[in-house]
């Protein structure tokens, strides 16, 4: 399978199956899809502007890269699909709601301002030991292990935060494992003595900022109806910082209101910024700020207008990194999570404040998604076969994709949402992901270009 697009006067085919990119002129670009099913004499009928020699020579490019394996290569992933449903999954990862409570009203949080269907709680300590040892547990052979505080605002419990910290530390020297800790918060309650703990224990650090002021503000107010924009910003470019510009992110959503995004994530690089992701929302139809099929043209053109931008900044040596736009075209990810993704379900798992276990943090709060709890362990074991079968293949709408090796079949809790079902992806979520993926292909083609 190839796919073949032209942005940026740049004309690129994709080898899906290998992931072979080659940047190619109009003729090779024009008959890559067309040589094989019709004869050189008709090709020149459909294609006048070329000659027969052009053509030849267009035939015996194509040739050589089919005949090198990098291009019109069979797809063999199949193969490894058996191995897939043998392996013994461990967890790997958990994300920690400590605490089901929010100081922010954002309009668009599918966890229902911090109450993910229930009510407003903390988690305990004991709970979040639990949760640590169930991960240790659970985690086989694994050294390296990752744990998100997440929310609501976690640091609105950030004292059993820190004891969790400590307790995972205890945990590393005993069970010879290695905890990667990170946070996401939305800085109001961000201080300098919460900072300097941040950056001495957290691997990572995930800052919520959606751009421009008014745009931030109309989404992320504050529980009285203020602003959040004024009183985060300083915090989180003294935190970016702090950290020497590296392993956090500026975390942001765009929504039907603005779909002028390129506008917002440029915002958000001259604050200062350099590592950024903003995504667009998932809601649901009926909401007002919803992005809808409609949009799609526009959405599209902002992430061209935003790829230009980000290799001309990379020219002048003022470049940031888009989180949406990272490939990596050498290696790239292992073959299970190429076919997989996440993990959500069986290598990751979200705890609610009372030790519930849940496919990932978008599930919370569904009963039929609960898995068991951090004493119990997974006792649904039905579901989590489930999500262990989640990979493109199961997927009708993947299977055919060119996509499919870079989204692994996107993600299993937008599907649900949108769907009903974590085998049948959200379209529009697709469509907006192939353009980043093509946007990230143009950036690094033209580099290669301009060595």
């Not at 013994?88 to 922010?104: E, I, W």
């Not at 640590?132 to 390296?144: M, P, Q, T």
């Not at 605002?153 to 969790?164: A, G, S, Y």
């Not at 362990?377 to 499919?404: H, L, M, P």
Request: glycine residues 6%; negative net charge; proline residues 3%.
């Amino acid at each position: 399978m190839i796919h073949k697009f032209s942005q940026n006067d740049v004309n690129i085919l994709l080898d899906v199956n290998s992931g072979a990119i080659h940047v190619v002129d109009d003729v090779v670009y024009d008959l890559a899809d067309q040589w094989k099913q019709a004869p050189k004499n008709a090709l020149q009928l459909k294609f006048p502007q070329y000659s027969m020699e052009e053509i030849d020579e267009a035939i015996e490019e194509l040739q050589m890269l089919e005949k090198e394996g990098m291009l019109y290569t069979e797809d063999d992933y199949q193969e490894v699909l058996p191995l897939m449903d043998k392996r013994n999954t461990v967890v790997k990862a958990l994300c920690l709601h400590v605490a089901h409570d929010c100081n922010l009203k954002c309009q668009y949080c599918f966890a229902e301002e911090g109450e993910y269907h229930g009510k407003r709680e903390l988690m305990s300590l004991e709970v979040g030991k639990k949760a640590l040892d169930f991960l240790i547990k659970n985690s086989g052979s694994r050294r390296n292990l990752e744990v998100d505080f997440f929310g609501g605002e976690p640091l609105m419990n950030f004292e059993v935060i820190k004891e969790l910290v400590a307790y995972g530390r205890e945990l590393e020297k005993q069970y010879d494992k290695k905890f990667r800790f990170t946070i996401t918060t939305n800085g109001i309650l961000l201080d300098e003595q919460k900072q300097d703990f941040i950056n001495k224990h957290m691997h990572n650090l995930v800052l919520s900022l959606d751009g421009r002021k008014e745009i931030n503000d109309k989404m992320r107010p504050r529980v009285g109806g203020q602003g959040s924009y004024d009183v985060i910003v300083p915090k989180f470019q003294n935190a970016a910082q702090s950290r020497n510009q590296t392993d956090y992110y500026i975390r942001g959503t765009f929504t039907k209101y603005n779909l002028d995004f390129s506008k917002d994530v440029i915002h958000i690089a001259d604050l200062g910024f350099k590592q950024i992701s903003v995504e667009p929302v998932v809601a649901e139809k009926e909401m007002p700020y919803a992005i809808t099929e409609q949009d799609l043209p526009q959405i599209f053109l902002e992430y061209e207008k935003l790829a230009k931008e980000l290799y001309e900044r990379k020219k002048a040596g003022n470049d940031f990194n888009f989180f949406h736009f990272n490939i990596d075209l050498t290696g790239g990810p292992c073959v299970m999570k190429r076919l997989a993704g996440c993990g959500s379900g069986t290598e990751y798992l979200a705890v609610t404040p009372s030790g519930e276990l849940y496919p990932c943090h978008q599930f919370v709060g569904l009963p039929e998604f609960k898995m068991g709890t951090v004493e119990e362990g997974v006792t649904n074991t039905v579901q989590r076969d489930i999500f262990s079968k989640c990979n493109v293949y199961a997927k009708e709408d993947c299977k055919n994709c060119w996509a499919k090796f870079y989204c692994s079949g996107g993600c299993a809790a937008n599907a649900y949402e949108q769907n009903g079902d974590i085998l049948k992806p959200y379209e529009i979520g697709c469509a907006m992901q192939k353009k980043r993926i093509e946007c990230a292909i143009i950036i690094k083609a033209k580099e290669l270009i301009e060595e």
